[in-house]
C-alpha cells in the first residue's frame, strides 16, 4: 500500500514560497511516478507537476519557472518548491500516484495553500 501524506501549505503573501513534500511509503521501491495537482475552490482538480523514479520532471505552463520538484533520497519523499507565488495558486494540493507496474493508485489527503496579502 503507497499512501501519500501532504505537508507543508499555509498562508504566504503574493510573491512569497512555500515548500510542499509529500511522504509516500514504498514509492520509490515501487518505482512510482509521483503527480502533484490542485484544486481551487469550485474549479477542476489540475494537474501541476510530475517526477519519475529516474528523477524526469515536467511542470504545466502556469508554473513553469516557478516551481520545482524534488526528491529525497533514500526517504520516500518528494517536495514541491514553490516560489513567486501568486494569488491564483491558492488551491488545495494533492500528492498522487500513478498506477503503473508494482504502485498502486492513490491520493493523499491534501494541503491547502493559500496566497494573499
Known amino acids: 500500500q503507497v499512501q501519500p501524506v501532504e505537508s507543508g501549505g499555509g498562508l504566504v503573501e503574493p510573491g512569497g514560497s512555500l515548500r510542499l513534500s509529500c511522504t509516500a511509503p514504498?514509492?520509490?521501491?515501487?518505482?512510482?511516478?509521483l503527480d502533484w495537482y490542485r484544486q481551487a475552490a469550485g474549479k477542476y482538480r489540475e494537474w501541476v507537476s510530475f517526477i519519475t523514479p529516474d528523477g524526469s520532471s515536467q511542470y504545466t505552463h502556469s508554473v513553469w519557472g516557478r516551481f520545482t520538484i524534488s526528491k529525497a533520497g533514500g526517504n520516500d519523499t518528494v517536495y514541491l518548491q514553490m516560489n513567486s507565488l501568486k494569488s491564483e495558486d491558492t488551491a488545495v494540493y494533492f500528492c498522487h500516484t500513478r498506477a503503473s507496474g508494482m504502485c498502486p493508485e492513490a491520493w493523499g489527503q491534501g494541503t491547502q495553500v493559500i496566497v494573499s496579502s
Open positions: 514504498g514509492f520509490t521501491s515501487r518505482s512510482c511516478v
